[in-house]
């Protein structure tokens, strides 16, 4: 009986919100049903067109992370009868700005934003809240109090330090707890998405810190900005293992897409993952699942795409129903996941 409540409850809940779309469809204005057409009524089925417009801003279309993230944004939305433009801020925030405003000009009824410059999120968040329009920041998290000064705005993305204190804690599951020469430290590498980023700070000082909270002792040899990018990735460890060779223990990598550049050096080098060195990235693409199941890397970090453009969805989708959100509760994460050779299958295929 709770559940039949709670269906009903769903059904008109969607209806209110399609019908906080309707106003800027294509659809006629006036939503009065003509003479001879029959009143809805409250089991009639929802119209399976209905939907808004939306524009989402991808800061950059090749980053691999995000190439399955506005799929599956795209996807699910399209699914939900939305008319959906997506672009490609090219890593340039002032074309971001330019699509924003081309975006506000078109009428679009709610924007979904991956800013370019974590930097910039106080001019983006002015710009749409001088036009009214209902914004999902995601994947880079501004400060609350920059998010505050507007209601119609929610940010979805991770807990960015979980993601790093999961990278540590591989390597405190590894049979030698990181120290594979056995003399009392870990030598590591870092390799860094773009500092600018709240995600590439907190990865590199959280996957640390789990190794310093459980009292192992860390040397760092090198930390390198590879700004997210397998080729810098690569060049990056092919150079510190050049300069620092069988002392490079662990090499943590920001995220997926450098780690898998990375171990390109590594097997160069005539290393072996797991035997004389460790590796650990974030993100969980199929490229690096792959590898954690064949040994060639240790682990990585689940960074949920789809679950994070369904909830980015969700959240829109309130902003439309007339939601408003509270200073300081303007944040919503969804978990990340520890991915090592025992559960790796759990995410493959
Ligand atoms: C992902 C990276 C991606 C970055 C883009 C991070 O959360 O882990 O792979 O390049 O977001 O902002």
């Known amino acids: 009986m709770k559940k039949i409540f709670a269906l009903a409850l769903c059904a008109v809940m969607m209806l209110s919100v399609l019908a906080g779309c309707g106003g800027k469809s294509d659809a006629p204005a ?4 003509a003479q001879n057409e029959p009143a809805a009524t409250p089991d009639a089925a929802p119209a399976p067109e209905a939907g808004g417009t939306i524009g989402v801003c991808i800061y950059q279309f090749t980053d691999a992370f995000m190439t399955t993230y506005r799929n599956a944004l795209q996807e699910i939305l399209e699914g939900k009868g939305y008319t959906v433009t997506v672009v490609d801020g ?19 009824d709610a924007l979904i934003i ?16 001088a036009a009214g329009i209902p914004t999902v920041l995601i994947n880079r998290e501004p400060s609350a109090e920059q998010m505050a000064v507007y209601d119609k705005l929610v940010y979805v993305g991770c807990d960015a330090a979980q993601s790093g204190t999961f990278q540590g804690e591989l390597i405190l599951e590894t049979p030698n707890g990181g120290d594979i020469n056995g003399d009392g430290k870990v030598s590591y590498i870092m390799v860094q998405g773009d500092p600018e980023n709240i995600d590439a700070q907190l990865r590199t000082e959280y996957s640390v810190k789990a190794l310093t909270d459980a009292g ?3 040397e760092q040899l090198n930390l390198t900005r590879g700004d997210w990018m397998r080729e810098r990735g690569q060049e990056i460890v092919a150079n510190d293992l050049a300069q620092f060779g069988a002392q490079v223990e662990v090499v943590f990598c920001n995220n ?12 160069a080098a005539g290393r072996k993952v797991n035997e004389d060195i460790y590796l650990v990235g974030v993100d969980a693409l199929d490229a690096a699942l792959n590898e954690v199941s064949n040994g060639n890397m240790t682990g990585t970090v689940l960074n949920d795409a789809v679950g ?17 959100f509270a200073a300081g509760e303007q944040s919503v994460y969804v978990d990340y996941v520890k991915v090592t050779p025992d559960n790796v299958a759990d995410f493959m295929g």
């Open 114 to 129: 991956n800013p370019v410059m974590t930097s910039a999120a106080d001019q983006i968040i002015s710009t749409v809240q």
């Open 256 to 267: 997926d897409d450098m780690a898998i550049g990375a171990l390109q050096s590594i097997q």
């Open 30 to 33: 006036d939503n009065t049903p």
């Open 308 to 324: 994070q453009a369904t909830a980015a969805v969700e959240q829109m989708e309130a902003l439309l129903g007339g939601k408003t």
């Open 90 to 108: 090219a890593n340039d925030q002032a074309k971001q700005n330019e699509q924003i405003n081309t975006f506000i000009t078109q009428g679009v």
């Open 216 to 218: 192992v002792e860390v």
